[in-house]
C-alpha cells in the first residue's frame, strides 16, 4: 500500500493481526458514546424549550428522590463493566501479555535514542552480543562488543527495522538515554521504552510495504523527527536481506 | 421585595477601624480582596497561557512560517528570523499546559472563587486564618512570576512538558530547575489555602447551617481542598527529589549506564524513572478534579438560580463527589498503561478508571435533571452553564476510550488525549469559570456586565473552542502523535494536516472573542449598571444576605439559616426565591407574579 492508502482522516488501514481486534472496540465505545451523547443532547434540547420562561409559569418545586436518576448511571455501569470483563481484558490479554515463543518468532532488539530508532538482530544463533556503552561511536551506535562470540552474526541498522511476513516478531525494547515511545500506527502498536528497563511487545504483520514508526513520548527537540520504517517482506526476500546483509557484515 | 427581610447595612464598619490603602487592597487580609486579587492574577495568567498556545497553533498550522507580530520580537535563542526552533516549541509547550493548570484554572476555581464565595455561603465573616489566606496569595505571586521570568534562563524555560518526565527533564537545562522552585511555591500556596478553606468550612458556618445546608459549591470547594492537602505534598516531595537530581547529582530517577548527547551521564544512576511518573500522577491525577470541581460547584449554583427550581438529587450529588474525591486517588496509574509497569496492575487501574466515571455521569444527570420543570432564564451566566452540560459530557465520554486498557493502546499520547482533556478543562471548567464571573461580578463589584457583549462573548467562545478541540479528535484517530514541533516530519500525519488550520483560525477566533470579555469586564467596574443586592434573586447568603459588595465582615450581626440552600419556587412562599436565612413566618403569602429576571 502506498501511504495515500495507508494514512488518512481517520483510523489508518489495519497491517497487523491484532488492529481488527483494537478497532472494533474503538468502534464499539464511538457508537456508544454517540448514543449516549444524541440522548443526553436531545433531553437537554427539550428541556430548554419545553420549560423555558414564561410569565405566569412558575416552576415545579419537587425534591426528587435518588432511585430514578440512578437509571443513566446503572446503563453506563453495566455497559463499562461489560466493556472491561468481555471484551477488553481478553483483548489486553492477547496484544500485552501473550507472548510469541522465541524459536517460533521473528527476534530483534530496539534501542531508542535521542532521535533514532536502533534495530538489534541477534543473527543465526538466536544470541543478542554484549553491549557496552564505553564503545558506543558513530560506527557502532548500540556499542556492540565484537569480541563477544555471540556478537559475531549480529547485525544493527538504524531506522529501518526488516521484518518477514507470516509470522510474528518479538521486540525487547529498551532505550539508551530517556524515554520515548516506539508507536507504528499502522499496526496499531506502541510501548514507552523507558531507559534502564527492558520490556517484550509483539506484531504480526498481515501485508508487506513500509510502515512508519514514529516517537509517541517527548524526547527533546528532535522528538518531532524520530521516525523510522518497519519493512515487510515475505519470508524468501527477508532471507535474502539477511544473507546480503551478514555478506556485508563478513567482507568488513 | 418586600417583605423578604434583607440585611441590616450598618454595623459591621463598626467593629473594623479603616484601614490604609496598602492594607485594604494590596496586602489585604480580607477574603474577598484576595479573591479579587486571585481572580485578576490568574486572568493574567491565562491570557498568559493562552498567548504562548497561539504562538504553537500558528507553528503547526504553517510550519516553518515566520510567526506575525510577535515573530520579530523574540530573540535568536527562540525564534531566529521570526521562525520558531524547537526547542521553543517544547518550552512554549511545557509553560503552556504548567501555567494553564497551576497558575490559571485551579486558582481561578478554588482560591479566587473559593476565597471570594465559601466564607459568605457560609455566613462566616472571613476565613478562619486571615494572615494565612494573604500569604498564600503573595506565595503564588511569587511563584507564577518565578515561573514565567524562566523564560530568561539560559536555554530557555523547562521545555520536558509539564508532567516533565526525568531523565528528559533530569538532564534538561537549567529552567528546569527553575521550574521545580516555582512549583515548590506554588504547592506550598496552595496547601495554605485549602488548610485554609477546610478549617473554615468545619468551624465556621452560621448557626443552623448544617452540612446538608451547605451550598453544593462549598461542599465542591470543601472535597477540593481536601484532594489538594492529601496530593500536593506529593508532587512536593517528587519536585524536590528531581532538584536534587539536578543540583546534587542525586540519582532518584536516573538509572545506571545513561548516554546522554553520545556521552555517558556522569551519575552512577540506580534510580527509577517510573517513580517520577508515579509521584507526579499521584498529585496530577487528583489535580484534574482540582480543575473540575470547584466548577461543577459553580455551575450548580447557576443552574439552580436559573432554573428557579431546587437542584435534582441534591443528597446524591454531595455522595457522587465524595465518591470523586475517595476514588480519584486510585487511578492515577491510567496515565502509565504503556510505561511498562506491569500489565496486570493495569487491570486494576482500569476498573477503577470506569468507576469514577460512575459517578461524574451522576453529576451530569442530575445537572441534566435539573432543567426539567423549571423556569429556564436565559442570563449570561445560566448560557455558559447550560453550554457546560454537553460540552463537558464530549470530555467525560471521549475519556472513556482511554482510561480503557485496549484503547488506550492506539490512543495513549495522541491529539485524542488533547481535544478529550481540553473539552474537559476549556468546555468544562473554563466555560463554568466564565460563568462564574458573570455571576458574581455584581456582587463582587455591585455592578452588573453588559448583557449584550455577554452573549457575544459566549457565543463566539464557544463556536471557536469547538473548532479547535473537535479537529484535535479527528487527528488522534488519525493517529497525530502530540507535542509535534513539526507535524510534516512524518508520513502518517500528512492526510490531516489541513485541520490544523482549522484549528488555529479557530484560537485566534477565540483570541478575538476575549476582547469583548476583557473590556466588558473593566468598563462594567466602573460604568455598568447599579447592582441590587441580589443581583440575581438567589437564595444562598452570598446573594441574599448582604450587600453589593459586601464590606468587611460581610454580614451584619449573626445570621440563623432556616433551610437548604436551594428554595426556590417554595407554594406558599411569597417570592420565587426563599433565603437561607429568612425565617419562615417572613415568606408565607401568595406568591406574586414573577419578577422579572434581570438579565
Request: hydrophobic share 45%; charged share 15%; aromatic share 12%.
Given at each position: 500500500m502506498t501511504p495515500d492508502q495507508l494514512y488518512g482522516w481517520w483510523l489508518p488501514a489495519r497491517a497487523s493481526t491484532y488492529a481488527a481486534d483494537l478497532d472494533r472496540q474503538l468502534d464499539v465505545f464511538h457508537v456508544a458514546m454517540g448514543l449516549i451523547f444524541v440522548c443526553w443532547g436531545a433531553f437537554m434540547i427539550y428541556c430548554l424549550i419545553r420549560y423555558r420562561a414564561r410569565p405566569g409559569v412558575p416552576a415545579v418545586y419537587s425534591h426528587t428522590g435518588i432511585v430514578k436518576s440512578m437509571i443513566p448511571d446503572g446503563i453506563v455501569l453495566a455497559f463499562e463493566l461489560f466493556m472491561i470483563f468481555v471484551i477488553g481484558l481478553p483483548v489486553w490479554a492477547h496484544v500485552m501479555e501473550t507472548f510469541p515463543e522465541e524459536k517460533k518468532a521473528n527476534v530483534a532488539a530496539v534501542i531508542a535514542q535521542q532521535f533514532a530508532w536502533n534495530i538489534h538482530y541477534p543473527g543465526p544463533?538466536?544470541?543478542?552480543?554484549?553491549?557496552?556503552?564505553?564503545?558506543?561511536?558513530?560506527?557502532?551506535?548500540?556499542?556492540?562488543?565484537?569480541?563477544?562470540?555471540?556478537?559475531?552474526?549480529?547485525?544493527?541498522?538504524?531506522?529501518?527495522?526488516?521484518?518477514?511476513?507470516?509470522?510474528?516478531?518479538?521486540?525487547?525494547?529498551?532505550?539508551?538515554?530517556?524515554?520515548?515511545?516506539?508507536?507504528?500506527?499502522?499496526?496499531?502498536?506502541?510501548?514507552?521504552?523507558?531507559?534502564?528497563?527492558?520490556?517484550?511487545?509483539?506484531?504480526?504483520?498481515?501485508?508487506?510495504?513500509?510502515?512508519e514508526i514514529a516517537c509517541a513520548q517527548l524526547c527533546g527537540l528532535g522528538h518531532y523527527r524520530m521516525r523510522g520504517d518497519v519493512i515487510v517482506h515475505t519470508q524468501e526476500e527477508f532471507d535474502a536481506w539477511l544473507a546480503k546483509k551478514q555478506a556485508e557484515k563478513a567482507e568488513l | 421585595m418586600e417583605g423578604v427581610a434583607v440585611h441590616p447595612k450598618a454595623g459591621a464598619h463598626e467593629t473594623h477601624p479603616e484601614l490604609s490603602f496598602v492594607r485594604k487592597y494590596i496586602f489585604s487580609t480580607d477574603h474577598k480582596v484576595i479573591g479579587i486579587q486571585y481572580m485578576i492574577t490568574s486572568l493574567l495568567f491565562l491570557l498568559s497561557g493562552f498567548t504562548m498556545m497561539l504562538l504553537m497553533r500558528w507553528q503547526l498550522a504553517y510550519p516553518g512560517h515566520v510567526l506575525p507580530i510577535i515573530g520579530r520580537f523574540l530573540p535568536d535563542t527562540m525564534a531566529p528570523g521570526g521562525v520558531m526552533l524547537p526547542e521553543f516549541y517544547n518550552q512554549l509547550g511545557a509553560m503552556h499546559g504548567t501555567i494553564m493548570v497551576f497558575l490559571g484554572v485551579v486558582p481561578l476555581g478554588v482560591s479566587a472563587f473559593g476565597n471570594f464565595v465559601l466564607p459568605l455561603q457560609i455566613g462566616a465573616k472571613d476565613m478562619a486564618f486571615p494572615f494565612l489566606n494573604m500569604l498564600s496569595y503573595w506565595i503564588f505571586l511569587v511563584g507564577g512570576i518565578l515561573m514565567l521570568s524562566s523564560f530568561a534562563m539560559p536555554g530557555g524555560a523547562a521545555q520536558s512538558g509539564w508532567t516533565s518526565y526525568s531523565p528528559l527533564a533530569d538532564l534538561a537545562p537549567p529552567g528546569q530547575t527553575m521550574w521545580l522552585i516555582a512549583m515548590t511555591f506554588i504547592i506550598t500556596s496552595s496547601l495554605f489555602g485549602a488548610i485554609n478553606f477546610i478549617t473554615t468550612t468545619m468551624n465556621m458556618r452560621a448557626k443552623g447551617m448544617t452540612w446538608m445546608r451547605l451550598p453544593f459549591f462549598v461542599w465542591c470547594q470543601f472535597v477540593t481542598a481536601i484532594l489538594l492537602v492529601l496530593a500536593f505534598p506529593v508532587l512536593q516531595g517528587g519536585a524536590i527529589l528531581q532538584l536534587?537530581?539536578?543540583?546534587?547529582?542525586?540519582?532518584?530517577?536516573?538509572?545506571?549506564?545513561?548516554?546522554?548527547?553520545?556521552?555517558?551521564?556522569?551519575?552512577?544512576?540506580?534510580?527509577?524513572?517510573?517513580?517520577?511518573?508515579?509521584?507526579?500522577?499521584?498529585?496530577?491525577?487528583?489535580?484534574?478534579?482540582?480543575?473540575?470541581?470547584?466548577?461543577?460547584?459553580?455551575?450548580?449554583?447557576?443552574?439552580?438560580?436559573?432554573?428557579?427550581?431546587?437542584?435534582?438529587?441534591?443528597?446524591?450529588?454531595?455522595?457522587?463527589?465524595?465518591?470523586?474525591?475517595?476514588?480519584?486517588?486510585?487511578?492515577?496509574?491510567?496515565?502509565?498503561?504503556?510505561?511498562?509497569?506491569?500489565?496486570?496492575?493495569?487491570?486494576?487501574?482500569?476498573?477503577?478508571?470506569?468507576?469514577?466515571?460512575?459517578?461524574?455521569?451522576?453529576?451530569?444527570?442530575?445537572?441534566?435533571?435539573?432543567?426539567?420543570?423549571?423556569?429556564?432564564?436565559?442570563?449570561?451566566?445560566?448560557?455558559?452553564?447550560?453550554?457546560?452540560?454537553?460540552?463537558?459530557?464530549?470530555?467525560?465520554?471521549?475519556?472513556?476510550?482511554?482510561?480503557?486498557?485496549?484503547?488506550?493502546?492506539?490512543?495513549?499520547?495522541?491529539?485524542?488525549?488533547?481535544?478529550?482533556?481540553?473539552?474537559?478543562?476549556?468546555?468544562?471548567?473554563?466555560?463554568?469559570?466564565?460563568?462564574?464571573?458573570?455571576?458574581?461580578?455584581?456582587?463582587?463589584?455591585?455592578?452588573?456586565?453588559?448583557?449584550?457583549?455577554?452573549?457575544?462573548?459566549?457565543?463566539?467562545?464557544?463556536?471557536?473552542?469547538?473548532?479547535?478541540?473537535?479537529?484535535?479528535?479527528?487527528?488522534?484517530?488519525?493517529?497525530?502523535?502530540?507535542?509535534?514541533?513539526?507535524?510534516?516530519?512524518?508520513?502518517?500525519?500528512?492526510?490531516?494536516?489541513?485541520?490544523?488550520?482549522?484549528?488555529?483560525?479557530?484560537?485566534?477566533?477565540?483570541?478575538?472573542?476575549?476582547?469583548?470579555?476583557?473590556?466588558?469586564?473593566?468598563?462594567?467596574?466602573?460604568?455598568?449598571?447599579?447592582?441590587?443586592?441580589?443581583?440575581?434573586?438567589?437564595?444562598?447568603?452570598?446573594?441574599?444576605?448582604?450587600?453589593?459588595?459586601?464590606?468587611?465582615?460581610?454580614?451584619?450581626?449573626?445570621?440563623?439559616?432556616?433551610?437548604?440552600?436551594?428554595?426556590?419556587?417554595?407554594?406558599?412562599?411569597?417570592?420565587?426565591?426563599?433565603?437561607?436565612?429568612?425565617?419562615?413566618?417572613?415568606?408565607?403569602?401568595?406568591?406574586?407574579?414573577?419578577?422579572?429576571?434581570?438579565?
Open positions: 544463533d538466536g544470541l543478542f552480543g554484549r553491549r557496552d556503552i564505553k564503545l558506543i561511536s558513530s560506527g557502532n551506535p548500540i556499542g556492540l562488543d565484537d569480541a563477544d562470540p555471540a556478537a559475531k552474526d549480529d547485525l544493527v541498522s538504524v531506522n529501518q527495522f526488516h521484518v518477514p511476513l507470516g509470522k510474528p516478531t518479538l521486540v525487547y525494547l529498551s532505550s539508551m538515554d530517556v524515554i520515548h515511545s516506539f508507536n507504528v500506527p499502522a499496526f496499531r502498536t506502541k510501548q514507552d521504552a523507558t531507559p534502564g528497563m527492558r520490556v517484550r511487545i509483539w506484531f504480526e504483520p498481515i501485508m508487506t510495504g513500509t510502515f | 536534587m537530581d539536578r543540583v546534587a547529582k542525586a540519582n532518584f530517577f536516573i538509572p545506571a549506564n545513561l548516554i546522554f548527547g553520545g556521552v555517558p551521564v556522569e551519575q552512577p544512576g540506580g534510580g527509577n524513572p517510573l517513580l517520577w511518573q508515579h509521584l507526579f500522577w499521584f498529585l496530577a491525577h487528583p489535580e484534574v478534579y482540582v480543575l473540575l470541581l470547584p466548577e461543577f460547584g459553580i455551575v450548580a449554583e447557576v443552574l439552580a438560580n436559573g432554573t428557579r427550581k431546587p437542584l435534582f438529587g441534591f443528597k446524591e450529588l454531595v455522595i457522587s463527589l465524595c465518591s470523586i474525591g475517595v476514588l480519584s486517588f486510585i487511578v492515577w496509574a491510567h496515565h502509565m498503561f504503556l510505561s511498562g509497569m506491569r500489565t496486570d496492575v493495569t487491570k486494576f487501574f482500569t476498573v477503577t478508571t470506569m468507576l469514577i466515571s460512575i459517578p461524574s455521569v451522576m453529576v451530569l444527570t442530575c445537572f441534566l435533571l435539573s432543567l426539567r420543570g423549571g423556569s429556564i432564564h436565559f442570563t449570561t451566566p445560566m448560557l455558559f452553564a447550560i453550554a457546560f452540560l454537553p460540552l463537558f459530557g464530549i470530555g467525560g465520554l471521549t475519556g472513556l476510550p482511554l482510561g480503557f486498557t485496549p484503547t488506550d493502546i492506539y490512543l495513549h499520547d495522541t491529539l485524542y488525549v488533547i481535544g478529550h482533556f481540553h473539552y474537559v478543562v476549556v468546555t468544562g471548567s473554563l466555560i463554568a469559570l466564565f460563568a462564574g464571573i458573570y455571576y458574581w461580578f455584581p456582587k463582587m463589584f455591585g455592578r452588573r456586565m453588559n448583557v449584550f457583549w455577554g452573549k457575544v462573548h459566549f457565543w463566539v467562545s464557544v463556536i471557536a473552542m469547538n473548532g479547535i478541540f473537535f479537529p484535535m479528535l479527528i487527528q488522534g484517530m488519525a493517529g497525530v502523535l502530540r507535542r509535534q514541533y513539526d507535524p510534516t516530519a512524518q508520513v502518517h500525519n500528512l492526510p490531516s494536516l489541513g485541520l490544523n488550520k482549522v484549528m488555529t483560525w479557530s484560537a485566534i477566533l477565540l483570541a478575538v472573542a476575549q476582547i469583548p470579555f476583557i473590556l466588558n469586564f473593566f468598563i462594567s467596574l466602573f460604568k455598568g449598571e447599579k447592582s441590587t443586592d441580589n443581583p440575581w434573586n438567589a437564595t444562598t447568603l452570598d446573594m441574599a444576605a448582604c450587600p453589593s459588595p459586601p464590606p468587611h465582615g460581610n454580614f451584619a450581626g449573626d445570621l440563623t439559616v432556616h433551610r437548604g440552600p436551594y428554595e426556590y419556587s417554595v407554594p406558599g412562599h411569597k417570592t420565587d426565591w426563599s433565603p437561607q436565612h429568612v425565617p419562615e413566618d417572613q415568606l408565607t403569602g401568595r406568591m406574586q407574579q414573577q419578577p422579572a429576571q434581570q438579565e
